[in-house]
């Protein structure tokens, strides 16, 4: 197992006074360069390489502490040119999330997987632990269904690659949720606008990244489409695509609990349920 103390920042904080659910990935970014830079994996990030997915499940609130929290990390699987990593965060003795992250080491010259070096191989085989996987989060594709939110990049969202970071692809469906959901139902509002009436706390979120976004004038789009209906809870569809090709970048699954001000889930009131309804894609 690696261990890594992960600093906050007290920007990280959304407007319920915790920790973002976005940042979380952020946080698996710096475990996971963390170890890389402990050993001879090192030199995948100078060579090259992208994630394939992320599963991210939450379970408590993370709390602004100077001295951060604290990220466990083992290889839970090793293949021939990609290999998975698992994450438990913890503030104090409290798990606060769960995640898994599949990876590949990438040829971005030639635009193709490459195999992992015998080295690194070694060095993550070192790590290698069993672990439970979380369950799988399906959900059908949209293919252009759902409600358009303009994305548009930010130079500052490039990494050192020269393409979006894997980790901005959670802030980009989180802007088009947040857009979507008051949209259908104004009660479905965040914290400070207007017409909120409920908390909106995000359980369960994962990714699968299809291909490399990159800086441009033009805006993409987020579609976002509510798939299934709990008793407290909705499950939304997401994908980042180009509204002019129809390709797609990034599929993205957040299961949302409405919740009461104490964080209690609650019912999802039957007007959201209508208006969620309406929207539903099977």
């Known amino acids: 197992m690696f261990e890594f103390r992960c600093p906050l920042r007290w920007s990280d904080l959304d407007a319920q006074g915790h920790v973002n659910n976005a940042l979380v990935v952020d946080y698996l970014q710096e475990a996971r360069v963390a170890f890389f830079k402990s050993g001879p994996a090192s030199q ?63 040829d971005f010259g030639a635009n193709r997987p490459v195999r992992i070096p015998d080295d690194v191989r070694e060095y993550l085989g070192a790590h290698l632990a069993e672990v439970e996987p979380l369950r799988e989060l399906a959900t059908p594709r949209l293919d252009g269904r759902g409600s358009a939110t303009d994305l548009f990049v930010r130079w500052s969202d490039h990494d050192s690659y020269a393409h979006v970071n894997n980790s901005k692809t959670y802030d980009y469906i989180q802007q088009a949720r947040v857009v979507a959901t008051a949209q259908w139902d104004p009660t479905m509002a965040r914290v400070g606008q207007a017409d909120s009436q409920h908390l909106w706390l995000v359980a369960r979120q994962d990714v699968d990244y299809v291909a490399q976004l990159t800086h441009r004038m033009e805006p993409f789009a987020v579609l976002t489409a509510p798939v299934r209906l709990g008793t407290s809870s909705v499950t939304l569809a997401s994908e980042i695509v180009d509204p002019g090709t129809g390709t797609v970048f990034n599929r993205g699954r957040t299961v949302l609990v409405c919740a009461d001000t104490r964080l209690r889930p609650t019912a999802l009131p039957e007007s959201t349920r209508v208006a969620l309804e309406r929207r539903l894609v099977a």
């Not at 408590?60 to 438990?88: C, M, N, Q, S």
Request: charged residues 25%; glycine residues 10%.
């Open 44 to 106: 995948l990030l100078d060579e090259g390489i992208v994630v394939v997915g992320h599963q991210v499940e939450y379970l408590a609130p993370i709390d602004y502490r100077p001295e951060g929290l604290d990220v466990e990390l083992v290889v839970a699987a090793l293949g021939g040119a990609r290999f998975e990593i698992t994450y438990v965060l913890r503030q104090g003795d409290r798990p606060v999330a769960r995640a898994r992250t599949v990876l590949c080491p990438f």
